[in-house]
């Protein structure tokens, strides 16, 4: 039986970086995920963008420690994962909408945000052509920004395997022994180990891997499309989150949806369905391109003439309260969690990888401990995300 300090489950957006901080430090590190190489569940499906606009402290801080990384990763390790400032808006198209997004600024500037408000005008500047009928003007977070997901997980994968991470792939577990309260042993379809400590980051299996160590994680995978058009000139900024609902019957409802131009020059857009697809199928479905289109081009007439080039599904873990789970158990505080990230893991994961591997030297300060108050495993999850 081959021992570790951490076994990781799941080498996907949460896993791969923060098996690379423990490697910093030079933990015996063991990654095993049931497919073929890294990124290759969620994190391949995800489409790039990475904002700190969020509602809470917990999220706020963990992705500004997500840019920072994300934003000097080439600079640092010379690796060019596609890195743009391009920024996030949320445009309000109602005096409602308006006076929400500017009360939430205040919560937001309280945790240091960089994000003001612009006027119709100045919102104009920054996504010309986009419509103005009942504009009342936008939030604006310019630090936030945009990578590949492919090329970030290979740098981040690439990277910890240089500091000594160890990944078995085409690897699936079976069991997980918790009886111990020193020792943990994992069985899988191709051998038997043992550990210190776990970390679960499995995204949509995370209730599964779970279950083996004794534990009920409240995840539920729910399906979200996305899709991706030739490159074209950049002719517009930031991210553009339209957050109405649509007015439409049936299949046809849908809530918010977004878009933006990655540094490549292709436009990448995703909705949120109103009635969600609960479980893990991720064939395209025939409602969601003429669905969305139609309220793109609504909203901004410049997208009409752009060819999609493929649409795709993937699944976001969702919690309860739209918020993730991130920490352990009293009752079995050597199985960590790294799970429930809402769709959010590509843009948390690298922000997490510090505070997780904290976590696993039991060397956490207050300002962590504040961060977990959002993420605790035992919450009542009365809250509700705004930003899910």
Not at 202 to 223: C, F, H, R, W
Not at 265 to 290: R, Y
């Amino acid at each position: 039986m081959k021992t570790f300090d951490v076994i990781v489950i799941g080498a996907g957006s949460v896993g791969v970086p923060a098996a690379l901080s423990m490697a910093q430090k030079k933990l015996k590190i063991l990654v095993i995920d049931a497919l073929a190489s890294p990124g290759q569940g969620q994190n391949k499906r995800a489409i790039g963008g990475i904002r700190a606009t969020h509602s809470d402290k917990g999220k706020i801080t963990t992705s500004l420690k997500s840019i920072e990384i994300f934003s000097t990763w080439k600079e640092k390790y010379g690796d060019d994962i596609g890195w743009i400032a391009n920024g996030y808006s949320f445009p309000a198209y109602s005096e409602k909408d308006e006076k929400m997004l500017k009360d939430l600024m205040k919560v937001q500037k309280s945790f240091d945000l960089n994000i003001k408000w612009l006027s119709p005008e100045e919102y104009l500047e920054i996504v010309p052509g986009i419509n103005k009928n009942n504009l009342q003007g936008s939030t604006y977070s310019p630090d936030d920004g945009s990578a590949s997901p492919l090329l970030a997980i290979n740098a981040f994968y690439f990277k910890s395997i240089e500091f000594g991470a160890k990944y078995n792939f085409d690897e699936q577990v079976i069991s997980i022994d918790t009886s111990k309260s020193d020792e943990i042993k994992i069985k899988t379809d191709k051998g038997e180990y043992s550990c210190n400590k776990v970390i679960n980051a499995a995204g949509n299996y995370a209730k599964e891997i779970g279950k083996m160590a004794g534990i009920d994680l409240p995840v539920t995978p729910d399906s979200h499309e996305g899709a991706i058009t030739e490159p074209v000139q950049r002719f517009f900024g930031p991210m553009v989150v339209d957050l109405r609902a649509s007015e439409g019957q049936g299949t046809a409802d849908s809530a918010n949806y977004y878009f933006y131009q990655n540094n490549e020059g292709q436009v990448i857009f995703c909705i949120t369905p109103k009635h969600l697809m609960v479980g893990t199928e991720s064939e395209s479905t025939s409602v969601f391109l003429p669905q969305v289109a139609k309220r793109m081009v609504a909203l901004f007439p410049k997208l009409a003439n752009l060819k999609v080039r493929r649409t795709w599904r993937g699944q976001y873990p969702m919690s309860p309260d739209g918020f993730p789970l991130v920490g352990a158990k009293k009752k079995n505080p050597n199985f960590i969690n790294a799970v429930g990230m809402c769709g959010q893991g590509y843009m948390l994961g690298p922000g997490l990888r510090e505070l997780l591997s904290r976590i696993v030297t039991e060397d956490l300060s207050q300002d962590d401990l504040d961060v977990l108050k959002n993420f605790d495993l035992e919450r009542d999850f009365s809250g509700i995300e705004k930003f899910k």
